[in-house]
């Protein structure tokens, strides 16, 4: 297969289509693994906050406490030094590329330097938690397990919400409960359940991590044309079967940790598992940064604010209902979103794209899976943006022109969709970019066009 002109690309995109396959669809989760150009991310992976929890997992004394934070200050300074010549590698590596001109290999080169970094990354870090085992008694060596099983699940969750992870993949449901306002009672009710979600989710986040490094593997093996693109398909398909499995877990857990709470405190559980599952659905509203509005610099008289409160009770009612609706259509078609993102971006890697097999639902623009007109999440988000106008009316006809004058109606932008979304392009738009694009791939991207 020829990838010249696909390589080409890499000097003005700084990526490939692989490449951003895999950081629309599967860039995964680990701290590590997620990061800069290739994957790298030079940061520590443990912090000071890190070593205080394992003292405290294990119960350390003063005097095991000061040398274990000893040697975790050599620790941080042999990670810096390895991370700066790391860098400096890499810096070196494509200042080459750029004098040269040679930016074939840029990719790979990327790819494959964040791979050896993660590796040698890993081997600082064991070989801190190493010396650490040394000054444990047999009694805390009996913990370290369980605060390696706590570890682990930190450390790939911190990635937080990566692109392309599924609603729920990448919340710790540990730390979710740690922010909910429990009493102390309540917090050891929840103890038993944590712990088995902690042991459940360790070699379902480990399967994960493992799909994502067996990816990116394959992805640097395609760079220097030692595989073909299609074999990337299968290596997809685990990385998402690996993310449903956390995902369902978390799903599972977040409905019994809630029924082992009061109902108002279990829907407060999953009420903010809804909240960081589905972000984009479930962000403020002008309505809802309204009310605050409202109430924090006009001055209400009891009836108003007795109206205002029926009104946001009736405005949380409708637009909790129409959320869950978002919630679940997303994600019920999630993958298969995932899945027409990665065929089409690997379909224009093979040239397919030039041959007009790139387009899909949504017409011209539907590359990177457009919706269809009749979407339903297209009508749902519809009837949203009417509710939140809607209730803003409602509150501005309580307000005197005093009142109205301290807090003024917000105006939405006439540009965006929504309340949040893109800026609204038509179809003969489309086309003209996406010509734009054909032509410029069918020229390896090496004229100087002014980013146009």
Excluded at 235 to 264: C, G, I, M, W
Excluded at 374 to 381: A, F, G, I, K
Aim: hydrophobic share 35%.
């Amino acid at each position: 297969m020829n990838l010249s002109s696909w390589y080409r690309s890499v000097a003005r995109w700084s990526c490939t289509v692989v490449i951003g396959a895999l950081a629309v669809v599967g860039a995964s989760t680990a701290p590590a693994q997620m990061g800069g150009f290739g994957g790298a991310n030079f940061r520590s992976p443990l912090s000071s906050g890190e070593v205080d929890r394992m003292i405290e997992t294990l119960g350390l004394d003063e005097s095991q406490a000061s040398l274990v934070k000893s040697l975790y200050e050599g620790f941080s300074e042999s990670y810096e030094a390895a991370s700066e010549e790391a860098r400096g590698r890499m810096r070196e590596s494509f200042r080459q590329m750029r004098e040269s001109g040679e930016w074939q290999g840029a990719a790979s080169v990327g790819l494959n330097a964040g791979r050896e970094w993660q590796k040698q990354s890993t081997g600082l870090v064991q070989s801190f938690f190493a010396d650490v085992q040394t000054v444990l008694t047999k009694e805390q060596q009996e913990q370290w397990d369980r605060y390696q099983r706590e570890w682990r699940r930190r450390s790939s969750f911190r990635g937080g919400n990566q692109p392309g992870a599924l609603a729920g993949e990448n919340i710790d449901l540990v730390e979710l409960v740690e922010e909910v306002d429990l009493t102390d009672e309540e917090y050891d009710a929840l103890d038993p359940v944590l712990e088995a979600y902690s042991i459940e989710i360790d070699p379902a986040l480990a399967a994960r991590d493992r799909a994502f490094d067996d990816m990116t593997s394959l992805t640097s093996a395609v760079l220097e044309g030692k595989s073909p693109v299609e074999d990337l398909e299968s290596k997809f398909k685990t990385l998402q079967r690996s993310r449903v499995l956390v995902r369902d877990v978390n799903d599972r857990y977040a409905q019994h940790l809630a029924a082992h709470l009061s109902p108002e405190k279990g829907e407060a559980i999953q009420r903010e598992y809804r909240r960081r599952s589905f972000r984009g659905i479930y962000s403020p509203t002008l309505a809802d940064r309204y009310f605050e509005t409202v109430r924090e610099q006009a001055t209400l008289t009891e009836p108003q604010i007795n109206a205002l409160q029926m009104v946001e009770r009736d405005f949380l009612t409708q637009s909790d209902a129409i959320n869950r609706q978002l919630a679940d259509l997303q994600k019920k078609r999630e993958i298969d979103d995932q899945q027409r993102i990665f065929d089409r971006m690997t379909m224009m890697a093979r040239g397919g794209f030039e041959r007009g097999q790139g387009r899909g639902p949504g017409g011209p623009g539907g590359f990177f899976g457009a919706e269809a007109q009749d979407d339903p999440r297209r009508t749902l988000m519809q009837q949203k943006n009417d509710l939140v106008e809607n209730t803003l009316n409602s509150v501005v006809a309580l307000l005197t022109p005093e009142q109205l004058a301290a807090a003024p109606k917000p105006e939405r932008r006439q540009a965006r969709g929504g309340d949040r979304g893109g800026r609204e392009v038509t179809d003969e738009q489309r086309r003209e970019m996406e010509q734009r694009f054909r032509e410029r791939r069918e020229r390896g991207f090496d004229r100087d066009d002014g980013g146009n």
